[in-house]
C-alpha cells in the first residue's frame, strides 16, 4: 500500500516522456563513445593484414584472419612471462596495500592514542605537499637501488594518504570503541584486534582499497617505464609501451626456418599491436561492472567529511 | 591504569586530547608496533623523496672513488639559486607553465560541468535500469590506461589508414597528418580527458544527489515546484560540498597533468607537438631519460611542488572565507 502511493508521488514527479527520450538519446550516444574503441581495436585485431593495407582501419573487418593471434601464440613465452609478471605485481601489491592501508587507518582511526595527532599529520602533509617525479625517481632508482625488481613496480604505489582516510573514516563509523575495549578485556593485544575483529568486520573497505590497488598496478605502465629495463621483468602494460615505440622488439623467436628477418617481415605488425592492447583491457573489461560498486562506495565514504 | 581510564574520557573526544599527561600504555605500544611497516613506507616514499628537493640547489657532480648517491650529493657544491635562474629563464618555462595551467583550467570546467551535468540528467531519468547501464558503459574508459587509449587514438588518427582519414578522403577531403599539425592537439585532449573521467565524475555525483532526502522533493512538488525549479533549489544546493571538495582537490592539482595523457597519446610527444602539449611533467620526464644536469630538472620539480602546495592551501582558504562549513582542511 505505502509502496503504491510512492510510486504515485515518483510518477507526479517525473520529467516529460519528450525529456526522457531525450536524455536516453544522450546517454545512449554517449555509452557507446565509451564503448566503442575497445570493439574497434578488437575488429582491427582479426583483419587480415592486407586487408588493414588496402583499406585501412575498418569497424567491419572486411577480411577476418586469425594471424595476429598465432603470432603471439608463438610468441607466447614473452606474452606469458609478461602476464605472469602483471599478476604477481598486482596480486603481491594489492595484498601489501590492503595490510599497509588498514593497518594504518586502523591506527589514526583510534581516538584514544597518544600519537594521533602527530599521525593525522603525517597522514595529511603528503596529500598538500609532495616530493615530485624527480625526487621519487631519485629515491627508487638511486638510494633504495631497487632499479630493475620487482619491487620498483610495488612499492612506490602500495599505499596512499588518500586510500588511509578513507579507511580510517570508514573505522571510525563501523568499529566502535566499545568493541575494542571489550576486546581488550578479554585480553586481546592491538595486532589480535586489527587482524582478528577489525579486518574481518570491515570487508566492503578493504575491497574498495584492494580494487583501488589492483587496478592501479595492472595499469601501470609508467614506474615500469621509469625503473625497468630488463626484458624478463616487463608487464604487459610496458610491453605494449615498448611495442609502440618498436613494433619489432616482440619479434625474436623465428619459427618453420624463417630468418630472423624474414619472420620480422612477415609479422603482421598493425594487428598484433591491436591484439595485445586486448589482451590487456579484456580482463578488466570482465571484471569492472562487478566491482564499480566498490569504487563508488570508497569515493563516497572518502568524501565523508567528519 | 591510563588504559582504563581514557575510554571514558575519549567519549568525549576533544577532552581528551587536552588532559596534559596521559600516560604511555602498553595499548599506545602495540599501536605504533601495528603502524611500524607504514610509517616506514611513509619515511621512505613521501617524506624521504621531500628532503630530495635539496638536489635543486646543489651542483651533482659524481665524486671520484665510487660511492653512493647520497654520498656525492652530500659532497657536491651548493649552486644558491643558479639552477633556478636557469629553469626560469630558459625558453621552455614560459610555454610550461602556460600550457600546464591552461590545459588545466579547462579540463576542470569541462569535465565539472559534463559530471554535474550528467549526474543531474542521469537522476531524473525514468527508467532506472537503463541510467544503470549507461553508467557502467560509461566508467569504462576510466579503468583503462593511457597506453591502452594511445592505441585507440592510433587506430582513429594514424595519418594512412586511421578511421577518420578514411572518412575524411571518403568525403572527398584531405589527408590530415594528425600527429604534425598542433592546431587540433588542444582540443583532442581535452576531449579525451573528458571522456576518460566523464562516468567517474557522474558517479560521484550521482551518489550525493541519490543521498538527497526525498521528502525535500515531495515537499516541492506540493508547492507546485518544477523538476528544474527543484534542480536549481534542491539538488544544486546539495552537492555543492561534493562540489567545492572536487574543486580544490582539482585546484591543487593545477601545476601537475596527467603524464599519460600528454605523454602516451601524443605517442611521446614527437617535435612538431612539443610547445602544445609539453606540461611540467612531460619536462620533467623527459629529463630524467636525457642527460640534462639533474640540478637543473630538480629546479623544475620544486617550483612544481611548491606551487601546487600554495594553490591547494589558497583554494582551501579561498573557500573558508566564502563558506567556511566546505573548506576541506
Known amino acids: ?306 | 591504569m591510563g588504559n582504563q581510564q581514557s575510554p571514558v574520557k575519549g567519549k568525549s573526544g576533544k577532552k581528551a586530547l587536552k588532559i596534559p599527561r596521559k600516560r604511555w600504555t602498553r595499548d599506545d605500544t602495540e599501536l605504533f608496533l601495528l603502524s611500524v611497516p607504514t610509517l616506514v613506507w611513509y619515511l621512505l616514499f613521501t617524506y624521504l623523496p621531500m628532503f630530495g628537493v635539496i638536489i635543486a640547489f646543489k651542483v651533482y657532480k659524481l665524486a671520484p672513488g665510487g660511492h653512493g648517491f647520497l654520498y656525492n650529493l652530500l659532497h657536491s657544491e651548493w649552486a644558491g639559486i643558479n639552477n633556478f635562474k636557469y629553469f626560469f629563464t630558459s625558453n621552455s618555462f614560459t610555454m610550461l607553465l602556460r600550457n600546464t595551467i591552461l590545459y588545466n583550467i579547462a579540463f576542470i570546467i569541462i569535465s565539472a560541468s559534463v559530471a554535474v551535468g550528467g549526474a543531474l540528467m542521469l537522476s531524473s531519468m525514468r527508467n532506472k535500469r537503463g541510467s544503470k547501464v549507461y553508467q557502467t558503459m560509461m566508467f569504462l574508459p576510466y579503468f583503462m590506461s593511457w597506453v591502452v587509449v594511445s592505441y585507440f587514438v592510433y587506430a582513429l588518427l594514424t595519418p594512412e589508414r586511421g578511421y577518420l582519414n578514411g572518412i575524411i578522403t571518403a568525403l572527398g577531403g584531405e589527408k590530415i597528418m594528425w600527429y604534425q599539425e598542433p592546431k587540433y592537439w588542444p582540443f583532442i585532449l581535452v576531449f579525451l580527458n573528458t571522456w576518460k573521467g566523464m562516468g567517474y565524475g557522474m558517479v560521484i555525483y550521482l551518489a550525493s544527489i541519490t543521498g538527497i532526502d526525498p521528502s525535500l522533493y515531495e515537499a516541492a512538488v506540493m508547492d507546485g515546484a518544477t523538476k528544474a525549479q527543484q534542480a536549481r533549489h534542491i539538488t544544486i544546493p546539495s552537492i555543492k560540498p561534493v562540489f567545492v571538495m572536487m574543486l580544490i582537490l582539482d585546484c591543487g592539482k593545477i601545476f601537475n597533468s596527467d603524464f599519460g595523457l600528454f605523454y602516451q597519446v601524443t605517442g611521446g610527444i614527437p617535435q612538431s607537438l612539443y610547445t602544445t602539449t609539453s606540461t611540467f611533467d612531460t619536462y620533467i620526464y623527459n629529463a630524467i631519460q636525457s642527460t640534462a644536469p639533474i640540478g637543473q630538472t630538480a629546479a623544475a620539480n620544486f617550483f612544481q611542488a611548491i606551487c601546487s602546495c600554495a594553490t591547494i592551501l589558497f583554494a582551501n582558504w579561498v573557500v573558508s572565507k566564502i563558506d567556511n562549513e566546505n573548506r576541506i582542511i
Open chain 1, 1 to 306: 500500500m505505502e509502496k503504491k502511493m510512492k510510486n504515485n508521488h515518483a510518477s507526479l514527479n517525473q520529467i516529460k516522456t519528450s525529456t526522457n527520450v531525450l536524455f536516453n538519446a544522450v546517454f545512449l550516444i554517449l555509452a557507446v563513445m565509451c564503448v566503442f574503441p575497445l570493439l574497434f581495436v578488437f575488429s582491427i585485431s582479426i583483419s587480415s593484414e592486407e586487408s588493414l593495407r588496402m583499406n585501412g582501419y575498418q569497424i567491419i573487418p572486411p577480411q577476418l584472419s586469425s594471424a595476429a593471434y598465432q603470432f603471439l601464440w608463438n610468441e607466447r613465452m614473452m606474452i606469458l612471462r609478461a602476464v605472469f609478471m602483471s599478476v604477481s605485481v598486482t596480486v603481491l601489491g594489492t595484498i601489501l596495500a590492503v595490510i599497509l592501508t588498514t593497518s594504518m587507518g586502523y591506527v589514526v582511526s583510534r581516538r584514544t592514542y597518544k600519537l594521533k595527532t602527530l599521525y593525522t599529520w603525517i597522514v595529511f602533509i603528503p596529500m598538500v605537499f609532495n616530493g615530485g617525479m624527480l625526487a621519487s625517481y631519485v629515491v627508487v632508482n638511486n638510494i633504495l637501488n631497487l632499479r630493475n625488481t620487482i619491487w620498483a613496480l610495488i612499492l612506490p604505489l602500495a599505499c596512499s594518504s588518500f586510500s588511509v582516510t578513507i579507511c580510517r573514516t570508514f573505522f571510525r563509523i563501523t568499529v566502535p570503541d566499545s568493541i575494542v575495549e571489550s576486546a581488550k578485556i578479554d585480553g586481546a593485544d592491538q595486532f589480535c584486534i586489527w587482524s582478528r575483529i577489525v579486518l574481518p568486520i570491515s570487508k566492503p573497505v578493504m575491497a574498495t582499497i584492494g580494487m583501488f590497488a589492483a587496478f592501479g598496478y595492472w595499469n601501470d605502465w609508467f614506474q615500469a617505464s621509469l625503473y625497468i629495463q630488463d626484458k624478463n621483468l616487463q608487464t604487459l602494460q610496458s610491453l605494449l609501451n615498448n611495442i609502440q615505440k618498436n613494433i619489432e622488439y616482440i619479434a625474436n623467436n623465428p619459427y618453420g626456418g624463417l630468418s630472423l628477418q624474414q619472420y620480422k617481415s612477415s609479422m603482421p605488425t598493425e594487428s598484433v599491436r591491436m591484439a595485445i592492447a586486448i589482451v590487456i583491457i579484456v580482463p578488466i573489461a570482465c571484471t569492472y561492472p562487478f566491482f564499480q560498486k566498490y569504487f563508488i562506495s570508497g569515493l563516497t565514504i572518502g568524501s565523508v567529511k567528519e
